[in-house]
């Protein structure tokens, strides 16, 4: 009988979000593939669970992914988790829930934390649709990136590295106007968590002047909500 893939979201800052399904989950499976298994061994202590543990990350998804099917289909549970929040959303998961889909195994997906839907949902931008862009290419592509977003109508959301953050608000401010509301949120539920909301230009002199730490999430109004206001 063939096992099952669980796809577990981890907390992405306070370890209390994570949920009771998840460390269920996690004490009743055979194997945990991490993106960092340094992270997961941390998490896994906390919670005093007892379990072997896999590296899976963009330098090995390819070598891993034919043997992690074997496994299943050969009966064996296994819990696909990221360093942080839910596996899938700008990592490689989706290569092995992909690769599970084609040989028929059965995907479990555990709703749980993600860094996106807060920020969102604190920018006071309006969520009713949106679009997640996740990063920008660093080099190809960046540009002709930088200019659908300047006409993007809904409001979008990125992810940024904190040593990038100015380097982005400055481009965004380059190609959106230097008026363009947008909110940067980081270090989402830990204990220096900051949510700062203003244009796009007072953002990148506020950050530029003081030192950047933790994931980021940016999520700027679209073309649609700024014409708007403009027009008032």
Known sequence: MSGKLYIVPTPIGNLEDI?????????????????????TLFLLKHFQIEKSVKSYHQHNEHKILEETVQQITAGKNVALVSDAGTPGISDPGFLLIRESIKNDIEIISLPGPTA??????????PC???TFYGFLPQKKGRQTKLKLLAEETKTFILYESPFRLVKLLEELNQYLGANRKASVSREISKLFEENKRGSLKELAVYFASKPVKGEIVVVVEGTLNYSEEENE
């Open 19 to 39: 949920t009771l399904r998840a460390l269920t989950t996690l004490k009743m499976v055979d194997l945990i593939l991490a993106e960092d298994t340094r992270n």
């Open 116 to 125: 996106f839907v807060p920020a969102l949902v604190n920018s006071g931008f």
């Open 128 to 130: 009713d649709t949106f």
